[in-house]
T-cell receptor, first 114, second 114 residues
């Protein structure tokens, strides 16, 4: 069965520090991978996506993610966190054979300390 | 270009009632997907519509239904409401259906069932 795991429910980092949010997936084939961010009271905003090609993808707001097939992971990184990055982050996966629907992880809540 | 709009933003209903939520996609987008977001279950796919046809459906009971109109606007209906239906319902639109198109999410409708 398909599954997405975000092991960290909550992460706290200091402003200016680096950030890595973990995402692991279970799929039978190479999935399509996404990271979304949700601010309080807002919908989801796409940060970046991976379909194929270069395994290191760049997104908006200075985020990047690396697809590692051997580890079934798609971790999100940012070298220097800003206070405005405080939000909920969701990893999502999908594949054509699942009927083109997304499966989301349970999310990681990020707190940024000044 | 206006984003995805969802109405109403907040809704309070009682058990046994039915509810209809509306989603207006971004102009030019013909695919609309619906998701349910709860603290316990996270984000779960409900269904996807394209050209007035349901393309894909998640694992929800038949009380959850939807439709899409010729102008791409979509509605979802939940009949015989249960307490567990309290959630944030998110609508997402894309130019193309499925994962090929980037999904843009609306702010959601917060449904509370008493």
């Amino acid at each position: 069965a398909q599954s997405v795991t975000q092991p960290d429910i909550h992460i706290t980092v200091s402003e200016g520090a680096s950030l890595e949010l973990r995402c692991n997936y279970s799929y039978g084939a190479t999935p399509y991978l996404f990271w979304y961010v949700q601010s309080p009271g807002q919908g989801l905003q796409l940060l970046l996506k991976y379909f194929s090609g270069d395994t290191l993808v760049q997104g908006i707001k200075g985020f990047e993610a690396e697809f590692k097939r051997s580890q079934s992971s798609f971790n999100l990184r940012k070298p220097s966190v800003h206070w405005s990055d405080a939000a909920e982050y969701f990893c999502a996966v999908g594949a054509m054979y699942t009927g083109n629907q997304f499966y989301f992880g349970t999310g990681t809540s990020l707190t940024v300390i000044p | 270009k206006a984003g995805v709009t969802q109405t109403p933003r907040y809704l309070i209903k009682t058990r046994g009632q039915q509810v209809t939520l509306s989603c207006s996609p971004i102009s030019g987008h013909r695919s609309v997907s619906w998701y349910q977001q709860t603290p316990g279950q996270g984000l779960q796919f409900l269904f996807e519509y394209f050209s007035e046809t349901q393309r894909n459906k998640g694992n929800f009971p038949g009380r959850f239904s939807g439709r899409q109109f010729s102008n791409s606007r979509s509605e979802m209906n939940v009949s015989t409401l249960e307490l567990g239906d309290s959630a944030l319902y998110l609508c997402a639109s894309s130019v193309r259906p499925g994962l090929a198109g980037e999904q843009f999410f609306g702010p959601g409708t917060r449904l509370t069932v008493l």
